[in-house]
């Protein structure tokens, strides 16, 4: 009896003794886990090779299978997170690091090409734009020779056009080794488009692009023959940079997601990145807006001087619509007899509009072909009632010419038959 008293006294001391070497083992395994998680994502982000990402591939599934055993009490340990989540997390994590290390490996030489390419166009952009600041300069001191003027707005033109398109060049030559899929590429090569893009500062150049056709517009005279190509330069360059606003939206994205990893995370280095490319972007936005007001301005008050230069009083037009409206106001009113159409058909449209304007406004972009027939067509109908008016007014006079002629010279026998008798 004694003997037992003695075993359950001795149960009761050993208990809590048991209970905390539980309770320590319990934390050992949680601590344990935590360091082993943390030393693998520290080891993946920073390798740099697919044999080191193999072995880590290998260490992650022992990782797994060590703590597979606890998994119950790590999910209430580690709540909100969880045993799979972590290992899952490790293995997204290695994968993404192999993509990124093979994607280095298996395109260098593209991607070493790239940085060739790229260097060579860019000095061929600075030498264009070092030509560009020449040439404005020449333009200022062009002003009194009309020919000399000319041929220096066709050097300046030739230069934007030439810088335009040497900057889309470029930026295919970024994407070229993703084969210009991103929606297909991954988010390790959307990260070194991005990265590239930063290196290259490729997007400031796209926004000089947009700045210095503005400072063209408003420095230069120009001519209704030379805003068709302008037209087109806007129209295309336009279309190339709608289509890559999504692109460039993408590897930003990709960037910032980057910026989780550990390395990058105590850099800022891809949250850095994605910022800059959609600010970047965000001002080419507005350039490209500036740019496109700015030609409209341009184009349709150098359109309406061709009018009130010649005293021809039209509606104020800013646009295709209003400018078709002006002109069939006007046309309404000469058809009424309150508008004289002689100097609007004459000098204005058939020596003016016609021959310097008709490319300009045929763009799809300003009135279009059928838009410019159907009011050339107008024009020439009120051209048409003129000259019937005016060939009328001819044929009434040598009537009445005629008429007179006749009247005289059938008067003529009667009098001298009258005078025969009294002879």
Not at 55 to 68: C, G, M, N, W
Not at 71 to 92: I, M, N, Q
Request: glycine content about 4%.
């Amino acid at each position: 009896m004694r003997t037992a008293i003695y075993l359950i006294f001795l149960l009761a001391l050993l208990a809590p003794a048991s209970q905390a070497m539980g309770q320590q083992s319990d934390y050992n395994v949680q601590q344990s886990f935590e360091q082993r998680y943390s030393d693998l994502r520290a080891k993946i982000d920073s390798a740099s090779t697919p044999a080191e990402l193999d072995s880590l591939r290998r260490q992650v599934d022992a990782f797994a299978q060590d703590f597979r055993d606890k998994r119950e009490f790590l999910d209430k340990a580690l709540y909100p997170d969880t045993y799979e989540g972590r290992v899952s997390d490790l293995r997204h994590l290695s994968q993404v690091a192999h993509d990124r290390t093979s994607t280095l490996q298996t395109q260098s030489v593209r991607i070493n090409e790239l940085q060739t390419a790229v260097a060579e166009l860019t000095v061929r952009l600075d030498t264009l734009t070092g030509e560009r600041a020449r040439l404005f300069n020449e333009l200022q001191a062009s002003r009194r020779s009309e020919s000399s003027l000319r041929e220096t707005v066709r050097r300046l033109t030739s230069n934007l056009q030439a810088y335009d398109r040497l900057v889309f060049s470029l930026l295919d030559s970024l994407f070229l080794p993703y084969d210009r899929n991103l929606q297909q590429a991954s988010e390790v090569e959307k990260e070194n488009v991005a990265s590239s893009l930063e290196r290259s500062n490729v997007l400031k150049r796209i926004r000089d692009v947009a700045d210095d056709n503005v400072r063209f517009l408003e420095a230069t005279q120009l001519q209704g023959k030379d805003y068709a190509n302008l037209l087109d330069q806007y129209q295309q360059f336009q279309t190339r940079w709608r289509g890559l606003n999504g692109k460039l939206q993408d590897v930003a994205a990709a960037a910032e997601k980057q910026s989780t990893t550990p390395s990058r995370a105590k850099t800022g280095a891809g949250a850095k990145t994605a910022a800059t490319i959609l600010t970047d972007r965000s001002q080419v936005d507005s350039a490209v807006t500036v740019w496109n007001e700015k030609l409209q301005s341009s184009f349709w008050s150098a359109l309406e001087k061709e009018f009130t230069g010649r005293g021809v009083s039209v509606n104020h037009f800013v646009d295709a619509p209003s400018f078709d409206a002006s002109m069939r106001s006007f046309i309404a009113s000469a058809k009424e007899g309150k508008q004289d159409p002689t100097v609007f058909v004459d000098q204005v449209w058939k020596e003016r509009v016609d021959r310097e304007w008709r490319d300009a406004l045929t763009r799809e972009t300003m009135l279009g072909k059928t838009g410019y027939a159907s009011l050339d067509k107008a024009v020439s109908e009120l051209s048409q009632k003129k000259i019937d008016l005016k060939l009328i007014l001819y044929i009434v006079i040598i009537v009445a010419v005629a008429l007179a002629a006749w009247w005289f010279l059938s008067r003529k026998p009667k009098s001298r038959a009258g005078t025969e008798p009294a002879a």
